[in-house]
């Protein structure tokens, strides 16, 4: 990178500052660009989550089923 002078060129020519919107469009792309990063970060964790979820819902099925049974044969005697 070379040095802004006092007059506003550099070594490679004048310094032309960003319009107001090719400011918001490099903030709006930027931003774009940290919404898919943390979207697809989001997903590869949400498929985590799901799997252990339908884990955890057909072990408590097993369970509750389990439970049931012992309560309609008589062998669980409810509190």
Partial sequence: M??????GTTACGPYRRPTVVESAAAALGAALVRWAE???VILSDWA???REAALRREQLDVLRSD???AAHSGLYIWH
């Fill in 2 to 7: 070379s040095a802004l002078s006092a007059t």
């Fill in 38 to 40: 943390r979207r697809r």
């Fill in 48 to 50: 985590v989550h799901e």
């Fill in 67 to 69: 439970i049931m049974g």
